[in-house]
């Protein structure tokens, strides 16, 4: 029966449904029902949809009378099966009640088990079971799990209790607990309810019944739910469904128990069952750590029987699934029962093992291994890592700005970091905020922690392209520049002090955390492998360096698709020449610094070209304002005042202040917008003139060494299609000059970054001066947003997310419905005019998944990333065409449909 004709029934025994209906009974209740099909012994049951969930938040909190009917049919199944009754007094029928989202949300809701025992039925359950001690032990578990969950209660208040009678009586453990006893805290307990809830402990096993499913659909709405849902982006209207399920019991006697089995090993993904379980104990116990689980391999001494039927079951499972499963199981009396499985949570490391193994297999095809790999598991295979079973307390968190863990000294400006590093310590760069100049100190740190910046400040491109972790705009960190101490969530810490942070999540640690290494399995490679095969968008690199170049194509880069020139410039011995160059005075004095610079770029480029040797090499003009390469005001003064009060050194406080002069003079109100970009290359031509010579110098001596150059100049900041017509027209004459005879064969191209959203508009009209577009999606995004990117993150774009007036960080992930409409636009139109027009982006976008699969649907051609990214890129790269080959094929299927319900004409 399916899901779409049954809409209406909220109710479904285990044996009328099946995976397929994961949306409506949510991922257990399907698969239990699954597993009811194939013969596996499954305690009975039923499960309540999400669609009730959702018309109980429509009716105010309200179980209707027509579900609270369904129920009740449901349990006079249930009954007939187990051959007892709900709320008899001398057969009781007792369920568990348990929550089960659509998407898997480990120990975020709920769960009440027992449910069914009053004054009466406690005492069935004695005479059933011959002990008065193991039914009262129930009947306080149920009542205290209904008193905090249904009513209320503080739990403490139960366990508080439980402790003082365990002192009171002298008993070492809860086992030894005499019937009395238990009797006594049951009374305890029904004091507690009736105290802080003002109900008696309802006696109508309904009742209990109807309270419960309802505090069920309710906990989809508790606090930590509501978190996991955000930090996993899983929708807030889906909704719960809950099961309602024949109780078994693991703790009756040294014949029952309780365990969970993974099919596979989840943390290294060895082929092997892997689990454990404890005797006489129910599900809770395995999980609340309070006494040692046994290892599987012991049950296959102890019970073989038991063992043999879990293992062909484990068997059976995964083959059904064709996935690594996480099964729970419950021995009662030397009976095997299995209470859920769900696809196993692994390590990175297990995942990637896994899923190349089941595609050796057979058991899955190419494209279900690639697109079973997280994402997210990438970050962990590639960066150094926090452990990730490890259980910690952040100090505080920020923006997650460049994945991976780090742990170092704290040290606060770059000179003390690069000094500390020297001295073979490893440090931790901590400042407000990082500027071209700290460059040195982020490369000398092993992490770099800001307070302000958000995802494409200039701490996290650089942290990104270095490969190193970075966390931005942490508004809870604080610097005390005069004592060297920073403030952090509440706390103190000197310089020197050690913190570890971790990029992929954001969080903050104090002292070293415990790192795991990145490793490129041989699993890995083939996987990347198999990822390359699927894929169609080219995975380009967003590289300044030759070794960023070279780094770019062991990882797999196909090209070089944003090399952001002034990143050339701030290394320590070429810094001043580039700041003595925009301090010149006349164009003469310019021109000559201009070519002491012209040897040093020219001679990265060589070496660019012949790590990408036959590949493109996008090398993108100076875009920057000038004022970012010059050194700090306020630091600047305070030398001046220095020198001014020793005397003397008039030579040193001339240049000083001819340099405040000038930097002030090279102050914006809104830099971003101002003097940058093309604008700056019209304004002084001489500085582009001087980086194409570099370009075409470059690669004519690479050409002549045998290494086939492919350089592609990109011009930043186009907003209107005469600038590029200018520029263009300046490429075009340096490249002839240079090259001279051998610019025949030597072929470039020139294009534009598209970042303005008057060039996305104008595209058409750019694209006949351009061979290729470049989505500049980081001041796309800005621009189009009208925020900020050096600001918005730390200052408002929090409490907008808080609010959902934005679904997701837009620097993150890219706006398809705005941002992305203009790039649809702008390809569309650009391709008009050039039907070869070559497209791409190479925004921080470049490694998001999200925003890879909108290239993929957008026909662009390539995505360009930073090197560490490529891997992670190649991989959502594939998932991409994988996901819109389900779309598409899922679009046939209802058109089809719909054709099909068409009345036929005539
Ligand atoms: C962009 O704006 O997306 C871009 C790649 O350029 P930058 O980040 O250097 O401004
Ligand atoms: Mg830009």
């Known amino acids: 029966m399916s899901a779409e004709q049954n809409t209406e029934k909220q109710v479904y025994l285990f044996e009328e449904g099946n995976t397929s209906m994961v949306k409506l009974l949510g991922g257990k209740g399907g698969n239990l029902a699954e597993m009811t099909a194939l013969g596996l012994p499954i305690p009975p049951g039923f ?56 998407t ?32 009262f032990d129930c009947y306080r578990r149920l009542i205290g799990m209904f008193g905090e969950i249904v009513l209320g209660v503080p739990s403490l208040l139960f366990s508080q209790q439980l402790e003082a009678l365990l002192a009171r009586e002298g008993r070492g453990s809860e086992e030894e607990l005499t019937a009395r006893e238990w009797k006594q ?30 505090a069920v659909f309710r906990s989809w709405n508790n606090a930590r739910a509501k978190v996991y849902r955000k930090l996993y982006s899983i929708p807030h209207d889906q909704g719960t469904a809950v099961n309602v399920q024949a109780m078994v019991f693991g703790n009756r006697g040294e014949d029952s128990g309780t365990g969970v089995l993974f099919t596979r090993n989840p943390s290294t993904g060895a082929k092997e069952l892997y689990g454990e379980y404890l005797t006489n104990a129910q599900g809770e116990d395995v999980v609340a750590g309070l006494r040692t689980p046994r290892r599987l391999s012991e049950l296959r001494d102890e019970m073989p029987e038991i063992y043999d039927q879990l293992a062909a079951a484990a068997a059976g499972l995964e083959a059904h699934y064709r996935e690594m499963q996480d099964i729970e199981f419950t021995i009662e009396n030397r009976t095997l029962y299995l209470l859920q499985t769900r696809s196993g949570k692994r390590t990175a490391q297990a995942a990637v093992k896994i899923a190349v193994e089941l595609y050796e297999e057979g058991a899955v095809t ?76 982020i490369l000398a740190a092993e992490g770099v922690l800001t307070a302000r910046g958000g995802m494409t400040s200039h701490a996290a491109v650089v942290a990104r392209g270095m490969g190193k972790p970075c966390v931005c705009g942490c508004d809870q960190l604080s610097i005390d520049a005069e004592q060297r101490r920073v403030h952090l969530g509440g706390y103190v810490l000197k310089e020197g002090d050690i913190l570890s942070i971790d990029g992929t999540s954001g969080r903050i640690y104090a002292g070293a955390v415990p790192l795991s290494d990145p490793e490129m ?9 198999m990822a390359d095969e699927i894929r169609e968008l080219k995975i380009y690199a967003n590289a300044d360096t030759p070794q960023d170049a070279r780094l770019s194509r062991e990882l797999g880069a196909e090209g070089i698709g944003l090399c952001r020139t002034e990143h050339m410039f701030f290394s320590g011995t070429r810094l001043p020449t580039v700041q003595a160059m925009i301090l010149a005075d006349s164009r003469e004095e310019r021109l000559g610094l201009l070519e002491r610079i012209l040897p040093m770029q020219q001679s990265d480029f060589e070496d660019m070209f012949e790590a990408m040797n036959g590949l493109p090499m996008t090398i993108r003009l100076l875009d920057p304002p000038l004022h970012e390469f010059m050194p700090n005001l306020e630091q600047l003064a305070e030398q001046l005042r220095g020198l001014q009060l020793k005397g003397g ?8 202040k001819r340099m405040m002069n000038k930097i002030r003079s090279l102050q914006e ?34 050409a002549h060494r045998g290494i086939e150059v492919r350089p592609e100049i990109m011009i930043p900041l186009v907003g209107d299609p005469r600038e590029l017509k200018e520029l263009r027209a300046l490429v075009d004459k340096v490249a002839s000059e240079v090259l001279g005879e051998a610019f025949k064969s030597i072929a470039y191209r020139v294009g534009t970054m598209i970042e303005v959203p008057r060039a996305a508009v104008m595209a058409g009209k750019i694209a006949e001066h351009a061979d290729f577009f470049s989505f500049g999606t980081n001041d796309l995004t800005q621009m189009t947003f009208g925020y900020s990117r050096d600001d918005a993150e730390g200052k408002f774009l929090n409490s907008y997310l808080d609010r959902n007036i934005l679904s997701g960080n837009p620097f993150q992930r890219l706006d398809q419905e ?16 050039k039907s070869f027009l070559k497209t791409g982006l190479c925004g921080e976008h470049g490694g998001d998944q999200s925003s890879i699969f909108f290239c993929q649907q957008t026909g662009l051609d390539y995505v360009s990333c930073s090197p560490y990214r490529i891997p992670y890129a190649r991989m959502a790269a594939a998932q991409a065409v994988i996901v819109a080959a389900q779309v598409e094929s899922a679009d046939k299927k209802e058109q089809a449909a719909f054709r099909e319900s068409e009345p036929s004409a005539g």
């Not at 309540?48 to 579900?67: D, M, R």
């Not at 399995?521 to 492998?529: M, R, S």
């Not at 705005?818 to 005019?833: D, H, N, T």
Request: charged content about 25%; hydrophobic content about 40%; overall charge negative.
């Open 818 to 833: 705005g941002v992305g409409k203009l790039i649809e636009w702008a390809v569309a139109s650009g391709k008009e005019k």
């Open 366 to 441: 190419r494209e279900e291994a690639v697109s079973r790999i997280d994402a997210g598991h990438l970050d962990q295979l590639l960066h150094r890592s926090i452990a990730p079973f490890e259980e910690l307390k952040p100090l505080a968190v920020g923006l997650p700005a460049s994945p991976g863990g780090a742990a170092g000294m704290i040290a606060l400006d770059a000179a003390t970091a690069e000094a500390w590093k020297q001295n073979g310590s490893r440090v931790m760069l901590v400042s407000a905020e990082t500027s071209p100049e700290d460059i040195h100190g």
């Open 649 to 656: 050194a008039m030579d040193e406080q001339k240049r000083l």
């Open 669 to 702: 109100k809104n830099p971003m917008l101002g003097l940058r970009g093309c604008r700056l290359g019209i304004q002084f031509p001489e500085i582009y003139d001087m980086q194409l010579e570099a370009v075409f110098r470059a690669a004519k001596a690479a």
């Open 185 to 214: 805290l049951t009374g305890v307990y029904k004091m507690l309810v009736k105290e802080h809830s003002g109900m008696e402990f309802p006696q109508d096993v309904y009742r209990q019944l109807n309270m419960a499913v309802g």
């Open 104 to 135: 898997s949300m480990p120990g975020m809701m709920d769960t009440i088990l027992n449910l069914g025992l009053n004054d009466e039925t406690v005492q069935g359950l004695a005479r059933q079971t011959g002990s008065e001690s193991f039914a």
């Open 521 to 529: 399995t041989p699993e890995l490679l083939k996987l990347l492998d």
């Open 47 to 102: 499960t309540i949809t999400t669609a009730a969930c959702k018309s109980y938040y429509k009716q105010g909190g309200q179980l209707s009378g027509e579900l609270q009917a369904e129920i009740r049919a449901a349990i006079a199944a249930l009954e007939k099966v187990k051959e007892c009754r709900f709320g008899d007094a001398d057969q009781p029928l007792l369920v568990s009640v348990r929550s089960g989202s659509v």
